[in-house]
């Protein structure tokens, strides 16, 4: 399916996060520990984070230079069946057209997790006030600038369609196996609940073990 094509309308109780496409693009085992059996466990790196959006979504709208911004707004599609908060809307020109900015700890991933994020605030954001959103940045902190990300028709095609796959994890309710990444999963503050190391058999006996417990 292309962007422009008409998407089934999601019912309000379906909606995903939209995190939950930046976490399928990182490791679809991470998205579904979180979103489908509701963990989680914070490391420094999601702590820097976690701050760096507070401080990002604190304070109340104001205008620089002809620009309103609005901070920490909530957002959604039922087209693409996403809900979310954006940190920060600058509404731009006369027609106030909305410019989406969302906050990052460190630095560019080598994935475009962020740029989908972002995509999915931006698809929201048309969807509820009409017109066209053309682009938007993502600050990151490590560097303290901004990045521009042009939402190009490359670009909406893959968010609606990690949003489907994001949608389809999580209402099927499989957690996948554990695939080991060194550089992924040693950063990722899911590891000790995510055990990717440990032997693939092992999470079969370990579900055998509990189903048999709870009988």
């Known amino acids: 399916m292309t962007a422009g094509e008409a998407d089934p309308i999601v019912p309000e109780a379906e909606l995903v996060p939209i995190s939950a496409l930046q976490h399928l693009l990182y490791c679809p085992r991470r998205c579904a520990l979180i979103h489908i059996e509701r963990q989680w466990s914070e490391n420094r790196f999601t702590a820097e984070g976690r701050l760096l959006h507070e401080r990002a979504d604190a304070g109340r709208p104001e205008r620089r230079a002809g620009v309103r911004i609005e901070r920490s707004v909530a957002v959604r599609s039922r087209r693409l069946g996403v809900t979310g908060v ?128 709870d009988r």
């Open 86 to 213: 954006a940190d920060v809307v600058e509404m731009r020109g006369d027609d106030g057209s909305p410019y989406p900015v969302e906050y990052k700890r460190g630095r560019p991933r080598g994935n475009r997790a962020d740029e989908v994020q972002l995509c999915a605030q931006a698809l929201c954001l048309e969807e509820m006030l009409g017109g066209l959103v053309p682009e938007g940045a993502l600050f990151y902190g490590r560097s303290r600038r901004r990045r521009v990300v042009v939402f190009d028709d490359e670009l909406r095609e893959l968010t609606e369609r990690v949003a489907r796959d994001v949608r389809r994890l999580i209402n099927g309710g499989d957690t996948p196996a554990a695939i080991y990444e060194p550089q992924k999963c040693e950063a990722c503050s899911l590891k000790e609940l995510c055990q990717p190391r440990r032997p693939a058999g092992a999470g079969v006996v370990g579900r055998w073990l509990a189903a048999e417990i």
